[in-house]
Every structure is written in structure tokens, then in C-alpha cells.
């Protein structure tokens, strides 16, 4: 019903910059909120941020506020995250995900993609 395809991870020098990108598709029209997570080896899934699809609210975890901006295009259903002075810890497969009106919790997620930070 919805597929979500994130890109742009690779590897960066602690202190650099990247920006992620999650294409929705399918019937975007059900989304409420995307958001992104990550997780690391040996850690549980976090939550990064998420934005809401209507009116551009959006949400931060402590651990990235300052640093990392979650931003949306309506138009090509798509949502950015703008990651900028990349620490080691921020190190993870991000994952893009998606939750529909009415429900509680998010229902698509995308493949992940891998972020690298070399210090």
C-alpha cells in the first residue's frame, strides 16, 4: 500500500555532513506522520525525528536536536533529513518509516540505509 525507499547514507567524516531522503509511494494519501530511526549494533531501534505529512510539525529526539533537520516535500511525498556535525554515535542504519491516519503506530518502513561516521 506504501513503499518507502530511503538513500543518501554513506560514509562521512566525523563533524561532516549528510542528508537522507525517503521516497513514499502507493497511496501516500493515508500518511499522517514519517519519521526516521535508527539503530546501531547492539542497540535497541531509536527514534530520530519525524514530521507530520499535513502541516510541517515536527519532533526530535535529545540526542540529534541542534544537528539534524527533518524536512518534507508534499508534492514528490518525500522527507529529508539533514544531518549535520555527524559524531561517531549518530553511526547506525537510518531507517525511514511511515503511519497512517488512525493508527498507532507506523506501518511502513523502508530497507535502511547505512551512516557511517570515521573520526
Known amino acids: 500500500q506504501v513503499q518507502l525507499v530511503e538513500s543518501g547514507g554513506g560514509l562521512v567524516q566525523a563533524g561532516g555532513s549528510l542528508r537522507l531522503s525517503c521516497a513514499a509511494s502507493g497511496r501516500t494519501f493515508d500518511i499522517y506522520r514519517m519519521g526516521w530511526f535508527r539503530q546501531a549494533p547492539g542497540k535497541e531501534r531509536e527514534f530520530v525525528s519525524a514530521i507530520t505529512s499535513s502541516d510541517g510539525r515536527t519532533n526530535y529526539a535529545d540526542s540529534v536536536k541542534g544537528r539534524f533537520t527533518i524536512s518534507r516535500d508534499g508534492a514528490k511525498n518525500t522527507v529529508y533529513l539533514q544531518m549535520n556535525s555527524l559524531k561517531p554515535e549518530d553511526m547506525a542504519v537510518y531507517y525511514c518509516?511511515?503511519?497512517?491516519?488512525?493508527?498507532?503506530?507506523?506501518?511502513?518502513w523502508g530497507q535502511g540505509t547505512q551512516v557511517t561516521v570515521s573520526s
Open positions: 518509516a511511515a503511519k497512517r491516519f488512525g493508527t498507532r503506530e507506523y506501518d511502513y
